[in-house]
């Protein structure tokens, strides 16, 4: 096969498809009907002798050869949009553009309703996907294009553009009245008491993991979740307690059933960042969605915010 066998139209239509892993979002994106982006995509095939795309439950994943191809088309649109300034002006208040943001459930909690009540009244037509990616594939979905951002704490990602938007610490949560928050408790002490409680835990958040390996709990480990954001619930209905966020925490403590402690170990302090990749960060679209998210998340600078008395049901010492 010879480059002039491509069409380009073609090359943006395996891009999009790859990125959204759906034929008929792939088409709504490039304003194509489904017929017409499947016929496309059987042209595609036929020149490069490979199916490109399985299905798959929800879509179409890719095979080995289209995710060898996926970054060098990703890049060779991109270089090219740029140089014949397709990208030079973007819109909110028309725009129809999607952008697919890696991000936990507990990042979906956090941000994702501000983010969108932002986008109703500025931006009506963005679309927002969340694609939660093993954090080993984030460096090299961003730089391919297959994500536009990635939020949360990702000190792996070394390679990126990134903003820091706030500064937490993780907490144990616990329900209210729990027997724990009877005593004043502080030190040595406090630190015994947690480790007489039994925890919940969730298999896909390792930094939570690791607060409870340094509280040395993680025999008292009763119940192992796949989805952080049922944990609350669960810790209401019982004596477990959890690990999380303490910005995530506050918001259950204010709702009213849950108590707050702050654990005496070392390493609790993180930092929540906006990552992009450098290829991408002169497009408007990317420029002015990154400022939204900053004007709406990122705290000023100065360390951790302190917890409001009334919002911590353990007193302390």
């Known amino acids: 096969m010879q480059l002039n066998d491509i069409d ?12 959204a892993r759906s034929v008929s979002r792939a088409a709504e994106r490039l304003g194509l009907t489904q017929p017409a982006a499947s016929q496309g995509l059987t042209r595609l095939r036929t020149l490069i002798h490979d199916p490109l795309f399985m299905r798959a439950p929800g879509g179409v994943k890719p095979t080995p050869k289209a995710d060898r ?20 002006s973007f819109e909110p208040a028309t725009s129809r553009r999607s952008f697919r943001i890696h991000m936990s459930d507990i990042g979906e909690g956090r941000f994702l309703p501000d983010l969108m009540a932002a986008l109703r009244e500025q931006a009506p037509g963005v679309r927002i996907e969340t694609l939660p990616l093993p954090r080993a594939e984030i460096i ?30 993780y907490v144990v949560l616990l329900r209210a009245g729990h027997p724990f928050t009877r005593k004043r408790r502080a030190g ?8 007489e409680l039994e925890f919940v ?10 607060i409870l390996q340094r509280l040395r709990v993680e025999d008292r480990l009763r119940l192992t979740a796949e989805h952080f954001m049922a944990l609350p619930s669960i810790v ?4 477990l307690a959890v690990v999380m966020p303490r ?19 070392a390493g609790r302090d993180f930092a929540v ?45």
Do not use: C, K
């Open 8 to 19: 380009l139209n073609l090359l943006r239509l395996f891009d999009a498809v790859y990125r």
């Open 69 to 88: 191809l996926a970054p060098a088309v990703a890049s060779a649109l991109g270089t090219l949009e740029l140089a014949l300034g397709e990208t030079s």
């Open 140 to 169: 090299d979905a961003l730089d391919t294009g297959r994500i536009d951002f990635a939020f949360g704490f990702l000190p792996m990602v070394r390679d990126s553009q990134r903003t820091e938007l706030l500064r937490d610490r």
């Open 188 to 195: 040595a002490a406090l630190l015994q008491g947690l480790r």
């Open 201 to 210: 835990n969730v298999r896909t958040h390792a930094d939570t993991l690791r």
């Open 236 to 239: 209401r209905a019982t004596d």
């Open 247 to 265: 910005n995530i925490a506050e918001g259950f403590a204010q709702e009213g059933g849950y108590a707050i402690v702050e654990p005496p170990v």
């Open 273 to 317: 960042s906006l990552h992009w990749s450098r290829r991408f960060e002169a497009d408007p679209g990317h420029a002015w969605l990154r400022a939204l998210v900053e004007s709406l998340f990122r705290e000023p600078r100065g360390g951790v915010r302190a917890v409001s008395p009334r919002r911590t049901a353990v007193p302390p010492p």
